[in-house]
């Protein structure tokens, strides 16, 4: 976990691909009570992918655990 508040979560992802977070951002959407989520991709060799969810209901973590 990289940040995290009342109302958003940013979470550094290890060893997976856009092809996930991309399917985990879209079901995130799709959640009512997220307002917004994102995913960063960063230097291939250098960072890891990282995902943001903010929501206006409820825990960050939980709509994150939801969706996976």
Same mark, same amino acid.
């Given at each position: 976990? =990289? *940040?995290?508040?009342?109302? *958003? =979560?940013?979470?550094?992802? &290890?060893?997976? @691909?856009? !092809?996930?977070?991309? =399917?985990?951002? @879209?079901?995130?959407?799709?959640?009512?009570?997220? %307002?917004? *989520? !994102?995913?960063?991709?960063?230097?291939?060799?250098?960072? @890891?992918?990282?995902?943001? %969810?903010? &929501?206006?209901?409820?825990?960050?973590?939980?709509?994150?655990?939801?969706? *996976?």
């Amino acid at each position: 976990m =990289i *940040s995290k508040d009342k109302q *958003s =979560i940013e979470v550094e992802v &290890v060893r997976e @691909n856009e !092809t996930l977070l991309t =399917i985990l951002r @879209n079901k995130l959407l799709k959640d009512p009570k997220v %307002v917004f *989520s !994102t995913y960063v991709l960063g230097h291939p060799l250098l960072e @890891n992918p990282r995902i943001f %969810v903010k &929501v206006k209901a409820g825990k960050p973590q939980t709509a994150l655990k939801r969706a *996976s």
